[in-house]
């Protein structure tokens, strides 16, 4: 009995003692493999850090060209091109800094005059704008839908050839307005309907929408809808069913030629985007 206990005290003894050994061979063995794995490692990270940051520079180099090209080259294909037409921007809904100075770069060199922008109201103020229209034939629009198409016509048309019926309503129709609006030789439409507009909000909105973008397309003066290249939701469809030339790309130079040209009387839908039916229209010589 005491040697079995011997024997047994013995052999975990020599149990743990194995296993010690095992740790420390393996820590030993392991230790170096491990350190040989994170030597590889660092070497092959370092080796892909250098190589993004080569390309890295190499991408930027050929941008700054390209950019460069784009500032020499854009002022002569557009130069003098809209010399002497008044243009507006009307917003449906939204404008954003971004869309209104890619518009206005665009616009520099062509010789045209931005004379008026206007942010259409959305959700379309019904109640204020009957109030306004009280004693005019508009002043149920509130409960007769085909009221307010007539209004939206009426107000689109006298955007572009002048009248009293965009001044009078300026307050409640608009969010935003400045400039002047008629004698217009043609028209920038932007839309950006806010979010969290409710199932009979959004559906006035596109009918006032509508009835305006019918009454600016009358005169037979060019009405070009654009947005940027990552405007979500895109309108360029709600563009092409309401007959308008459309670029989907206006934060590019190749954009902003498009829409010179469409505003100029190029039709068809330029762009980078599946809706699009090509980059750019047909292209003139140097302008001047």
Sequence with gaps: ?????????????????????????GAEFGGA??????????ESLVGNLQEARARADAISGELGRANEFDEKVYPVLTRDRLLGKRVAIVALGELSSEIT?????????TGAKLVGVGVVREPVDTNGLAGELSNTRFAELRTVPEQLTQLGVGVGRQIVIGGTLPELVRGQLFSRASGEFGALDAVIVVRGQPEGMGPVQRSTANQLETALLKGMTAPRVPVVGVEATGT???????????????????NTTAGAVAMVAALGGAEGSFGVKSSADRLLPDLLGPGG
Excluded: C, W
């Design 1 to 25: 009995m005491g040697y079995s206990a011997r024997y047994h005290a013995t052999s975990l003894i020599a149990v743990f003692l194995a296993l010690a050994v095992g740790i420390l061979i």
């Design 101 to 109: 100075s890619a518009v206005e770069s665009a616009l520099g060199p």
């Design 232 to 250: 979500e939701p895109s309108s360029i469809g709600f563009f092409q069913s309401n007959n308008l030339s459309s670029v989907d790309d206006i």
């Design 33 to 42: 493999a491990l350190s040989e794995t994170r030597k590889n490692l660092e």
